[in-house]
């Protein structure tokens, strides 16, 4: 018997260097799956090697937001292409959180590898130039309820943005927008009894109104990308519901650029369809131990290396 469970592909932030190492005789099938992905990219950012960065870095490249997106992409789906290579289960649906979301969609069939790789490096080059480098800020809230951090913001826009973008579990969101405003909402927020709000180390106010120019042009290269129907249910974070036609996966995958991250409600809306379990494929434990705190019923684990893969594999396994 096999428990139902979700695959979940997590975005920026998760990247560290050498976040692909440790998957003994399975490593060929990921050093591939990053060596076609660098192909895909020559045309837009010239002789590339992935691998090579996810290996030795440096930090500071793969922390830019237009090598992070194709690095994240492709370390999910590596980490997929070894779980299905080694028999793992269908899951019952896939998510991904942000930029995970252009993950999930290969995983699920609905996008060629190589175009996805080429649209999140697009991706994240309209992002940073949507916003000067230093006119944006993001911060983590823990503590609060949402309604309460959500009020904050209105209170502390003035005539600049601040807004409640990610809502990663009971406790725990983030905020984002000009960099002055957010540094009011912080204020505010530590006055209204935060337990801690923690600037994020990145220059792009994702998930912010603030993107929403950068989202009308990823409209634009959308357009000339082959989307099909997914194979694998996918519960998109602007509404945490599926769809299944391509132009409206392209809408959600634009929506999401400039609205908030549904997390807890995608989460929720796996374990409706039947989820009893998690596995995040990619570096990191990030969205495993969000799950967690969403359900603390819910089993979460991480597929980041050989070890973790096979106890992934066993845990799935009763009876």
């Not at 006119?135 to 807004?163: F, H, K, R, T, Y």
């Not at 204020?187 to 990145?202: F, M, T």
């Not at 194979?231 to 650029?257: G, T």
Request: proline letters at 5%.
């Amino acid at each position: 018997m096999q428990i139902p469970f979700a695959a979940v592909f997590p975005g920026q932030g998760s990247q560290s260097v050498g976040m692909m190492g440790g998957w003994g005789e399975r490593q060929a099938l990921v050093e591939a799956t990053f060596a076609e992905a660098s192909r895909a990219l020559e045309g837009a950012l010239g002789e590339f090697d992935l691998w090579a960065l996810a290996c030795d870095g440096p930090e500071s490249e793969i922390n830019r937001t237009e090598i992070t997106q194709p690095l994240m992409l492709t370390a999910g789906v590596a980490a997929w292409r070894v779980w299905q290579a080694v028999g793992g289960a269908t899951p019952l649906c896939m998510a991904g959180h942000s930029l995970g979301e252009y993950t999930a969609l290969v995983c699920a069939g609905a996008m060629e590898f190589s175009d996805a790789v080429r649209v999140v490096a697009e991706r994240g080059r309209l992002m940073q130039q949507a916003v000067p480098l230093g006119a944006g800020a993001m911060a983590a809230v823990l503590g609060l309820d949402d309604a309460v951090v959500m009020a904050v913001c209105a209170e502390a826009q003035g005539d600049e943005i601040v807004e409640a973008v990610n809502f990663n579990s009971p406790g725990q969101v983030v905020i984002a927008g000009s960099a002055a405003a957010v540094a009011r909402a912080t204020l505010l927020l530590q006055d209204k009894g935060a337990k801690r709000v923690l600037p994020l180390p990145v220059s792009v106010p994702s998930h912010s109104s603030l993107m929403r120019d950068a989202a009308m042009q990823m409209a634009k290269v959308l357009e000339d990308v082959e989307i099909r129907r997914p194979q694998i249910p996918v519960v998109h974070n602007v509404d945490a519901a599926e769809h299944v036609e391509p132009d409206a996966l392209r809408a959600a995958l634009v929506s999401q650029l400039y609205r908030p991250v549904l997390w807890v409600d995608s989460v929720r809306a796996m374990q409706a369809r039947g989820a009893q379990a998690v596995l995040e494929f990619g570096p990191g434990k990030v969205l495993a131990g969000l799950s967690k705190r969403i359900d603390k019923a819910l089993a979460a684990y991480p597929v980041l290396d050989e070890v973790s893969l096979a106890q992934a594999m066993q845990v799935l396994k009763v009876g």
